[in-house]
């Protein structure tokens, strides 16, 4: 099991690339601030499941055991060991993660995964301003009883239960990195608005944190993400009382939120600005007569024009994309997470925001390389690259981990310089038939009409939606 010196081979299992992200140091620092440090030698210590949990995010489709394997099946070459290290059976692993509990990995999320973008950073900034968008989701958990009495299920048609309690998880999302740096995670049966609330704290200022309309109609919510320090653009519902306090150059007004006891007794609210738009686009005839309207707490009409303004709220579904990479890419489309018990539950969760958080610190590094926007890097790409970094045994230490794993070909990609913030369909399909005919002229291929295709010639029909 170990050798001549007192070193343990599960004292050097690292998650590979991501490791750079959760370096043993600090993995111990949190073990021990959560007062989860084992008190004597085990075959799975604590920083070793910290790393196993995940691992267990970083492939989603594999068994308990079999990702024990791909942890140290780097270490595999190494002569030093006296002989094989034993893979524990699933009830170890189980009972090392029951007595691990959620603790670290919460700790380990709210300590290591910060803001990423710099200014030079393409898209992650406006206004001067970092762009940050909030939004929530929820997550399938396993169908037992102390799941549904932790969190919940959602309601279905005629009187009959959702096939499996859900963990409902809001979260704060860079938009020039897609990368998650806050999120608070509960019960189905917790609004959105009120997990929200916990994460006023790390809105700080120097950000424009962009919200939908779910959460616009909370005053407290809004007043509380101000207090903190940073400016906001929410969407309100068109019902919103919002007075005409004075009409501005571009088209906007000021205004002031209150609460109903504010109002009867005639206080002053928040100061804010509301501007409303509609979205002129021909390949969307519903949307002639909705009436778009942004309350923002950045006053002045020079430095942030309603035009400009609304088009940055688009940037807002920049969250979604990072949502369909957790969900659909990393986790896997339609799978249920794993755990059986809540605290299990929790502590998956927080691994996979963890884990998600490394890959894009991994994007975020080959974009800033080779002079790319990170929205232009293939996520799957890289996920594939951060699993053979743990299959291979990659170390923090190497010099060009980048090269070392491939992922340098990005750079040999037709990338597409951004946009500016449209949503206009037809001008983003116009953009996407010139950028194919650039490729294929690079090819050797003229005429994008007739490129061959694995699916037949290519459709005319087809509509894009773009978000900024």
């Known amino acids: 099991m170990k050798p001549v010196d007192d070193q ?17 140091d600090l993995v111990d620092a949190v073990i021990e601030s959560t ?26 489709q594999s068994g308990y055991e079999e ?25 170890a692993l189980t009972q090392a993660r029951a007595r691990l509990g959620p603790e670290p990995l919460a700790g380990l999320f709210r300590v290591a995964c ?28 396993p169908d037992n009883e102390e799941n549904e009495e932790a969190f919940g299920r ?22 020039g990195t897609h990368a998650m740096f806050a999120a608070a995670m509960g019960a189905y049966s917790e609004g959105e608005n009120t997990l929200a609330s916990t994460l006023a704290a ?24 101000a207090k903190a320090g940073a400016d906001l653009c929410w969407r309100v519902k068109k019902n919103a009382v919002l007075a005409v306090h004075e009409r501005l150059s571009d088209g906007s007004f000021r205004s002031e939120l209150t609460t109903t006891a504010q109002r009867k007794a005639r ?27 942004l309350v923002t707490t950045v006053l002045d009409p020079e430095e942030a024009p309603a035009v400009e303004l609304a088009a940055c709220y688009a940037e807002r579904w920049d969250f979604e994309t990072a949502l369909d990479e957790l969900k659909n890419h990393q986790r896997g489309p339609r799978v249920v997470l794993r755990s059986k018990r809540p605290d299990g539950v929790r502590q998956e969760a927080w691994g996979l925001l963890c884990t998600h958080y490394a890959i894009r610190v991994l994007m975020a590094d080959v974009g800033d390389g080779n002079g790319l926007d990170p929205d232009r890097v293939s996520f799957t790409r890289v996920l594939r690259a951060a ?47 010139e950028l194919r005919r650039e490729a294929l002229h690079r090819s050797g291929m003229a005429d994008p009409d007739h490129a061959p295709s694995r699916r037949g010639p290519r459709s005319r029909s087809l509509t894009y939606w773009y978000r900024g």
């Open 267 to 293: 206080e002053q609210g928040l100061q804010v600005r509301v501007v409303e738009y509609a979205i002129d686009d021909p390949g969307r005839p519903q949307c002639e007569e909705t009436t778009y309207r």
């Open 202 to 225: 790390s809105a700080s200022p120097g950000m424009l944190v962009l919200a939908d309309r779910g959460f616009g109609g909370s005053y407290e919510l809004f007043a509380s993400f």
């Open 114 to 141: 910060v803001p990423l973008a710099t200014e030079r950073s393409p898209g992650a900034y406006r206004f001067g301003r970092r762009l940050v968008s909030m939004d929530g989701t929820t997550l399938d958990v």
């Open 35 to 60: 007062g989860k440090a084992e008190r004597r030698n085990r075959l799975l210590p604590a920083r070793l499941v910290v790393y196993y949990v995940l691992a267990l995010s970083l492939f989603s």
């Open 387 to 433: 699993r053979r970094s743990v299959r291979a045994g990659v170390a923090t230490t190497s010099v060009s981990l980048t090269h070392a794993l491939g992922l340098c070909r990005c750079r040999d990609l037709p990338v597409a310089a951004r946009a500016a913030p449209s949503c206009c369909r037809a001008s983003r399909q116009a953009q996407d038939v």
């Open 8 to 24: 343990r081979l599960s004292d050097h299992v690292a998650l590979g690339a991501l490791t750079r992200t959760f370096p043993p």
């Open 67 to 91: 990702v024990m394997r791909s942890l140290v099946e780097g270490l595999a070459w190494q002569e030093e060991w006296q002989r094989r290290w034993t893979v524990p059976s699933q009830p």
């Open 154 to 175: 959602p309601g279905a048609a005629r009187g009959e239960k959702a096939a499996s309690p859900r963990l409902r998880l809001v979260a704060l999302a860079e938009c």
